[in-house]
């Protein structure tokens, strides 16, 4: 008997996982995909209830079909009916939808319907149709978005506070009775878009007075970029502003956003024009640069010569170029800068500009920033190195030595063993009295090659490049913080 009464206590004891908090509950749900979520509801109705009211919903093709992309229209047209069907169970309205598969005008009926059911509660909208590495009969058939659901008419977009479009059309924005309403976004993202200038202007009048993140990606109608003009309110709460690959932009302004603190702009833009207001570009925090152009072209002969003085409270600096670079000393120097990330070539097959690539030069910036606490330092080269020992004792140094106080962590990719390379961390090692780290990989970074539509390094590259640093840095590796991947 007692034995009986101590099973029947301990079976009380036990906690089932349906007896969790609803709340709980909702969060374990919300980390599993359609198909464990699915799998989860037909054992249990108080499961099947907490998947149904999930106020956040992704469909993608692996949680809907079960593979990775959809490659045909057949692959569409079953993802528009499963879509379909998840959305009319919900029991609660949407607050953050993200839909990313492959799809097309064809299916507008069925994605406007389930914008329709979100856009008066949505938080957070992302639509990516993109189709990067795919062929379909259908492809040219953009899907048009609804900016009718946005206005303040239709009662859609008062929450939303970030959307995220890409591969979708903007052409029902200029035809739209009423220009959309968004009170509180604050990120806005159009990838592989056709918004022009007017489509631009009404997005950004929508959304002037709180919007903080916004970016374009290969928007190749666009032709120009006003950032905070004068027929709406200023962008009192930009603080992020990116630009990539439009290669089509002749011009970007920016007035008007005294609270810009981050500015990238990656591309062909030897033909754009950029204007940035004196006192914005003063207060600028971070930079990021990448010239892609295979004209030959200074990019640092234009930092050196524009930047310090222009942006003093730089504290992030990010440089990349395809093309020639032959770094001197810098008039001014950046007092708050602490991350530098560098992506440049270096030498050339023919060797006829070797000098007008000196990697060593690039220790100029380190000089330029004496607060300068982390590093990076990507490079990307074909040619291969042959030193003997008497090729050795003829590396440079450069003169004076400065010691860089404050400089901590760095990180070198690409290294194949190049003299200038060598020589560039040989100074490091030799003059960065507070290192703690210094990291050299041979292999490119992960995405830098591929932004030059470079190949990536060859298996002799790396061989080479492991062996010359292990050969000509361990002996300026006195504090054993070398570390050679």
């Known amino acids: 008997m007692v034995r009986t009464t101590e099973i029947t206590r301990r079976r009380r004891r036990e906690t089932h996982i349906e007896d969790l908090h609803e709340e709980i509950l909702s969060r374990i749900t919300g980390q599993l995909n359609l198909k464990e979520s699915v799998q989860t509801s037909v054992l249990s109705k108080k499961w099947r209830h907490i998947w149904s009211s999930q106020r956040k919903l992704t469909l993608d093709c692996p949680s809907v079909l079960g593979i990775h992309n959809v490659v045909d229209d057949k692959g569409m047209a079953v993802f528009a009916r499963r879509a379909d069907a998840i959305m009319r169970q919900r029991r609660v309205a949407v607050t953050d939808l993200q839909i990313r598969c492959v799809m097309a005008s064809m299916h507008a009926a069925e994605i406007d319907r389930w914008l329709g059911t979100a856009a008066a509660a949505a938080?957070?909208?992302?639509?990516?149709?993109?189709?990067?590495?795919?062929?379909?009969?259908?492809?040219?058939?953009?899907?048009?978005?609804?900016?009718?659901?946005?206005?303040?008419?239709?009662?859609?977009?008062?929450?939303?506070?970030?959307?995220h479009l890409l591969h979708v059309s903007m052409k029902a924005l200029a035809t739209c009775?009423?220009?959309?309403?968004?009170?509180?976004?604050?990120?806005?993202?159009?990838?592989?878009?056709?918004?022009?200038?007017?489509?631009?202007?009404?997005?950004?009048?929508?959304?002037?007075?709180?919007?903080?993140?916004?970016?374009?990606?290969?928007?190749?109608?666009?032709?120009?970029?006003?950032?905070?003009?004068?027929?709406?309110?200023?962008?009192?709460?930009?603080?992020?502003?990116?630009?990539?690959?439009?290669c089509r932009l002749r011009w970007i302004e920016v007035r008007r956003a005294p609270a810009l603190?981050?500015?990238?702009?990656?591309?062909?833009?030897?033909?754009?024009?950029?204007?940035?207001?004196?006192?914005?570009?003063?207060?600028?925090?971070?930079?990021?640069?990448?010239?892609?152009?295979?004209?030959?072209?200074?990019?640092?002969?234009?930092?050196?010569?524009?930047?310090?003085?222009?942006?003093?409270?730089?504290?992030?600096?990010?440089?990349?170029?395809?093309?020639?670079?032959?770094?001197?000393?810098?008039?001014?120097?950046?007092?708050?800068?602490?991350?530098?990330?560098l992506s440049v070539p270096a030498g050339d097959e023919t060797s006829s500009k070797r000098e007008?690539?000196?990697?060593?030069?690039?220790?100029?910036?380190?000089?330029?920033?004496?607060?300068?606490?982390?590093?990076?330092?990507?490079?990307?080269?074909?040619?291969?190195t042959q030193y003997d020992d008497?090729?050795?004792?003829?590396?440079?140094s450069l003169s004076p030595c400065r010691p860089h106080e404050h400089l901590k962590t760095v990180h070198m990719s690409g290294f194949t063993g190049l003299k200038d390379q060598i020589e560039l961390a040989r100074h490091i090692l030799r003059n960065a009295v507070s290192l703690e780290r210094m990291t050299i990989n041979v292999e490119f970074a992960d995405g830098e090659p591929q932004r030059f539509y470079r190949e990536p390094a060859s298996a002799i590259a790396v061989q080479q490049g492991r062996w010359f640093a292990r050969t000509c840095l361990r002996s300026s590796d006195t504090r054993k913080v070398l570390d050679i991947l």
């Open 177 to 246: 009775s009423s220009p959309p309403c968004l009170p509180r976004l604050k990120r806005l993202e159009l990838a592989f878009s056709d918004a022009d200038e007017v489509a631009v202007h009404l997005l950004l009048a929508a959304c002037a007075g709180t919007l903080e993140w916004l970016r374009f990606e290969e928007c190749q109608v666009l032709r120009g970029l006003a950032i905070g003009d004068d027929d709406y309110p200023p962008l009192a709460r930009l603080r992020r502003f990116a630009v990539d690959d439009c």
């Open 261 to 341: 603190a981050a500015f990238r702009l990656v591309g062909r833009f030897h033909e754009t024009r950029v204007l940035i207001d004196a006192a914005q570009l003063a207060a600028m925090e971070e930079l990021d640069v990448t010239y892609k152009c295979c004209i030959e072209h200074d990019i640092f002969e234009c930092v050196r010569t524009g930047l310090p003085s222009r942006t003093p409270r730089l504290t992030k600096l990010s440089v990349s170029t395809s093309g020639s670079f032959n770094p001197v000393a810098f008039p001014q120097k950046w007092m708050h800068l602490r991350h530098l990330r």
């Open 123 to 163: 938080r957070h909208l992302t639509l990516d149709f993109h189709w990067e590495g795919q062929r379909c009969a259908i492809l040219p058939c953009i899907y048009v978005f609804p900016f009718r659901l946005l206005t303040a008419g239709s009662g859609g977009g008062r929450y939303l506070e970030s959307l």
């Open 390 to 396: 008497e090729n050795m004792e003829k590396l440079r």
């Open 356 to 384: 007008e690539r000196d990697v060593l030069q690039l220790a100029l910036f380190l000089e330029a920033a004496p607060f300068l606490e982390l590093f990076h330092l990507n490079m990307w080269s074909t040619e291969r």
